[in-house]
Structure formats: structure tokens, C-alpha cells
């Protein structure tokens, strides 16, 4: 994959924290899969979506994705908002379950999948953040990113299979 010049810039290179987090993340196979599906029919605009699970003391344990509408019709192909609607109708089938959303997925078509300033901008504390690399049209690589202590930078997550 050609790296777009603007994830060389000082300004994309400022929002990585280059220590892994020390916590990681344990992501169910079925959860992965509907990133990648999500990423791969979403190209080549970016892809979107919620991750449930719980957080403790050992990291993140993503039991599901859910798939939500990228509702950014002006910038869709390097930009996502999370439609509303679907964001409220994974919180209400989640207060079923005894678990909680505890991240943000989405996709970089045809870009690294590493964070940008903008998704610092949107980031939450405490939130699991997997960017999913999708180029021309097939996945790439999928990487997992939270917010260092500061709240300041991304930094790696580390990742197992469930």
C-alpha cells in the first residue's frame, strides 16, 4: 500500500504515542470478521461501527461489532460519523446483555491504519479505537489504538484472538 504523504506529516506523527498500551485487548473471531466485512463492502468510503464487551483491570474483551451508517455524505471517503439512530439501537440491545459499547471501529480506504488528528479529536477516554487498512477494496491489516494516559496521543494496543 502507497502511504498518502499526510500520514508523514508532523501533524499525523504527533498523535501516536509509540509505548503500547499496557493493557490489550482479547477480540472475539465473530467480531473481527464483521470489521473486516464492514470495512471491505464500505470501500471506498470508510466503514463504521460500535464494539460491545466489557473493560477490566486486563484490557479490553470485544465479544461483538456492530456495523453503524456512516452518515458523512461530504467527506465519506476520509471521514465518519456514527449515525445516531444506530448508535442508540446497539445501546438499547446492550443494556439487555450486562455489557457495555467500549469502542469505535472504522476504516482507512486506501490509508495505513493508524489514527489521524482528526480521529484524536473524536476519541473518548477509555475507548478500544481498531482502524481497519482496506486497499483497493480488500483488508489490509487491522490495528488497535487507545488513548495514552494523557489523552494527548494513540498509543498501540496490543491484541489476542478469543
Same mark, same amino acid.
Given at each position: 500500500? $502507497?502511504?498518502?504523504? %499526510?500520514?508523514?506529516?508532523? *501533524?499525523?506523527?504527533?498523535?501516536?504515542?509509540?509505548?503500547?498500551? +499496557? !493493557?490489550?485487548?482479547?477480540?472475539?473471531?465473530?467480531?473481527?470478521? @464483521?470489521?473486516?466485512? +464492514?470495512?471491505? %463492502?464500505?470501500?471506498?468510503?470508510?466503514?463504521?461501527?460500535? !464494539?460491545?464487551?466489557?473493560?477490566?483491570?486486563?484490557?479490553?474483551?470485544?465479544? *461483538?461489532?456492530?456495523? /453503524? %451508517?456512516? $452518515?458523512?455524505?461530504?467527506?465519506?471517503?476520509? %471521514?465518519? /460519523?456514527?449515525?445516531?439512530?444506530?448508535?442508540? &439501537?446497539?445501546?438499547?440491545? @446492550?443494556? &439487555?446483555?450486562?455489557?457495555?459499547?467500549?469502542? /469505535?471501529?472504522?476504516?482507512?480506504?486506501?490509508?495505513? +491504519?493508524?489514527?489521524?488528528?482528526?480521529?484524536?479529536?473524536?476519541?473518548?477516554?477509555?475507548?478500544?479505537?481498531?482502524?481497519?487498512?482496506?486497499?483497493?477494496?480488500? /483488508?489490509?491489516?487491522? &490495528?488497535?489504538?487507545?488513548?495514552?494516559?494523557?489523552?494527548? &496521543?494513540?498509543?498501540?494496543?496490543?491484541?489476542?484472538?478469543?
Amino acid at each position: 500500500m $502507497i502511504e498518502p504523504e %499526510r500520514f508523514k506529516s508532523s *501533524a499525523y506523527v504527533r498523535v501516536l504515542d509509540e509505548q503500547a498500551s +499496557a !493493557l490489550q485487548a482479547l477480540v472475539s473471531k465473530g467480531a473481527e470478521q @464483521v470489521m473486516r466485512e +464492514a470495512a471491505e %463492502r464500505g470501500y471506498p468510503n470508510e466503514a463504521c461501527g460500535l !464494539l460491545v464487551g466489557r473493560l477490566d483491570d486486563q484490557g479490553w474483551h470485544v465479544d *461483538a461489532a456492530y456495523e /453503524v %451508517r456512516n $452518515i458523512n455524505e461530504a467527506r465519506a471517503a476520509d %471521514r465518519f /460519523v456514527l449515525d445516531p439512530e444506530g448508535y442508540q &439501537r446497539v445501546d438499547r440491545m @446492550v443494556r &439487555r446483555t450486562g455489557q457495555e459499547i467500549i469502542g /469505535v471501529f472504522h476504516s482507512h480506504p486506501d490509508c495505513p +491504519a493508524r489514527p489521524s488528528p482528526t480521529d484524536l479529536d473524536n476519541a473518548w477516554e477509555s475507548f478500544l479505537y481498531p482502524i481497519v487498512s482496506v486497499d483497493r477494496g480488500c /483488508v489490509h491489516e487491522i &490495528r488497535y489504538w487507545s488513548l495514552n494516559a494523557t489523552g494527548k &496521543r494513540f498509543q498501540p494496543v496490543p491484541v489476542r484472538a478469543s
